[in-house]
């Protein structure tokens, strides 16, 4: 009697846990569906991360972004949940970003000029402080001779560097020509004839302006500049130029050399790829269409040298 009451009990208890583990099967089905496959992404590349889990179609979001000397810059320092296993389809994972080491070396930018050095600084994860000049017959204008802290030094992320930059043999004084306009190739063709330098060059919405025409400048016409300042323009980008959450890159390849090679390089919440990659013809226009999203950086090189870089 007691062994046929025991197994009864027996009995029971396994059809109540399969019960249960076919319960908690279809709550695990009615929530998400099969499950998924979860790699370990600790040390990726940011993209390539990215990548892997659209792959799978697991959604994610950046929790973190910390600094470490072990993980490189934009490389996947954590995640949530652990890799390695099967989750639910349709759970979002959760990242920690490496932001790289907190402090940084001084990049090697004595002889470039001063817009390719400037840029070299952001991309160290510094800033450009003061910018001091001085005549020297014997370097280019605006060529870099000198930084502060000095080459290869550390500094703490974020922090300025001073550069010491060249303005020429002999001070040579101009009256700023009008611009405003203006095509602007046209126009800053005619200021680097004249000695002074391209600065930034923004592309904004200007009613009632052509379409790549300059409508603002910086020094004003009629003011005393020297050899080697910056100038900086305002273009209008004309109505075509904003498609719903996209911009339009417009760049000019220059004269010189017949055929070059161009890269186009987008940067977005610190994730960087190329849009563009081939070689192109003096004087060949180039359009592309940037996805905003957020504040997004875009880079031209020629032949792997930085010629002009745009935010939007």
Partial sequence: M??????????????LVLGGTAALGAIYLWRGGEGVYLPQLAGQDIIRGLEIL???????????????????????????????R?????????????????????????????SRAETLVRLNGLRVGHIERVFDKGRRVDEVIGVWPTVGGNTRRGDKVILLVSQGGNERAYAMPALIGE?????????????LTVGRVRYLDREGALRGTIVSQIPQAGYRVLAGQRVHVDV???????????????????????????R????SKGEKKDVLSRKVRAGEEIHILIPLKGRTWARVYLDNELTQEQDY
């Fill in 86 to 114: 099967k989750i639910r389809k349709g759970r979002t994972v959760s990242l920690i970003i490496s932001r790289g080491p907190r402090d940084v070396k001084v990049p090697l930018i004595v002889g470039e000029d001063l």
């Fill in 2 to 15: 007691i062994r046929v009451l025991f197994r009864g009990l027996a009995w029971t208890a396994f059809f």
């Fill in 183 to 195: 095509p602007v190739n046209k126009a800053l063709d005619r200021v680097r004839k004249i000695g």
């Fill in 236 to 262: 209008a980008r004309g109505s075509q130029a904003l498609v719903g959450n996209f911009s339009v890159l417009r760049y000019r390849v220059p004269s010189g050399r017949p055929l070059r090679r161009i």
């Fill in 54 to 84: 659209s792959e799978r179609g697991i959604p994610l979001r950046v929790s973190e972004w910390a600094f470490t000397d072990e993980v490189p810059q934009n490389h996947i320092l954590g995640q949530s949940p652990s890799g390695g």
């Fill in 264 to 267: 186009v390089e987008l940067e």
